[in-house]
């Protein structure tokens, strides 16, 4: 199934935002029902990461705190975020396939170059492994699955990301605009 | 109670890996439908010209909130058994600081960049080493980070024990907040979008 956008077929426009936020909603309170936790997104990095290490160096794999968390028990990558993940580029792909919106190209401003944006995008990936570490998740673990439980943790996490994010927005304006 | 069936027995772990798969995808197909695939569209929220990032997430947290908090008073749900991720509020101060900065940089969060890899965004896939790359130099730095990483630690605790609240009443304010978030956001919209009409950018 190929689908990408033509003269013929444009790129459909967006969902409504209230009801694409209901239905990730549903999805959430699917996942605490049926198994008792959230969604997640930073977490399924940290197994993959940990299972790479631990493949070519097992023993430093095991003496390091942070990347042991992820070893215990059964293989890494069966796990509940690693699988769910899958799901969440199957989900994806399906979306903008069907909308017309698969399409490989790189995403920026006016202003700035594919190099310059490229070099940004690694750079930013980088800072938020830092921040999703320090926080014990990211937008999906915290924010949206920490908030709607009312998690004290998550609540000041979310009001942070957004001050970071508007902190320095100016900053890097031209990447954008 | 009958809920969370995993926690009561009710499936093993093989049958839960297919729900998280399952559920996953509903979760990409809303984010993607959402736009959320698309770092111009995230980033937006910052520069207050699209606040669907707000509006989402907002929309998203209330639904869940209002489901889980409906369930356990019917009795069906028991919360005790949802996993809470344990509070280290300085630590989670400075790691949403530092992501958020990320956000705003790299032009996705985690989740958006697989849905963005999986449309094929570059700057996504770019991204995602990015990431990979810097939970590996955590993981690496993580034994002289250990301070900052366990500060603030409160264990798990929820709004209503923090403040002393009923959990109805926070739920209800919670909502509040939603409600006129989403309608101040639409008017910030709207105002931006009358003033680039006359002077862009």
């Known amino acids: 199934m190929e689908l990408p956008a033509s003269p013929k077929h444009p790129p459909q426009p967006y969902m409504n935002p209230y009801l694409a936020g209901i239905g990730i909603g549903v999805a959430l309170l699917a996942a605490f029902v049926l198994v008792g936790r959230g969604l997640g997104a930073s977490g399924a990095f940290n197994s993959t990461i940990a299972w790479l290490v631990s493949s070519v160096a097992p023993d430093y794999a095991h003496g390091n705190r942070f990347l042991a968390g992820y070893l215990d028990g059964d293989h890494p990558l069966k796990s509940w975020l690693v699988f769910e993940v899958a799901g969440v580029f199957a989900g994806a792909l399906l979306s903008g396939l069907l909308a017309h919106r698969a399409a490989l190209v790189v995403e920026r401003g006016p202003r700035i170059s594919v190099a310059g944006r490229l070099v940004l995008a690694f750079i930013g990936g980088v800072l938020m492994a830092f921040g999703a570490a320090f926080a014990r998740g990211c937008t999906s673990g915290q924010a949206l699955t920490g908030g709607s439980l009312l998690n004290l943790g998550s609540w000041v996490f979310m009001l942070s990301v957004f001050g970071g994010a508007y902190a320095v927005a100016w900053l890097v304006r031209r990447q954008w605009r | ?201």
Do not use: N
Not at chain 2, 28 to 54: H, I, N, T, W
């Open chain 2, 1 to 201: 109670m009958m809920a969370p069936l995993a926690k009561l027995g009710y499936f093993g772990d093989e049958v839960g890996l297919v729900i998280a798969f399952a559920i996953g995808i509903g979760f990409g197909f809303f984010l993607e439908r959402a736009g959320f695939g698309s770092a111009k569209k995230l980033v937006a929220q910052f520069y207050l010209r699209d606040l669907a990032v707000f509006k989402v997430m907002f929309s998203a947290i209330v639904t869940a909130m209002l489901g889980v908090t409906y369930l356990a008073w019917a009795g069906v749900l028991d919360l005790s058994l949802v996993y809470l991720v344990p509070t280290y509020w300085v630590a989670q101060l400075v790691g949403g600081l530092v992501l958020g900065v990320g956000f705003v940089v790299g032009g996705y969060c985690p989740g958006t960049s697989i849905a963005s890899t999986a449309t094929g965004r570059i700057d996504g896939m770019v991204y995602v080493l990015g990431f990979a790359f810097g939970t590996l130099g955590f993981a690496v730095a993580s034994p002289v980070l250990d301070g900052l990483l366990g500060a603030g630690e409160l264990g798990p605790t929820t709004l209503p024990d923090a403040l002393g609240a009923p959990r109805g009443v926070v739920v209800f304010l919670v909502v509040v907040l939603a409600v006129v978030g989403f309608a101040g956001a639409s008017w910030i919209e709207h105002k931006l979008a009358a003033r680039d009409a006359v002077a862009p950018k």
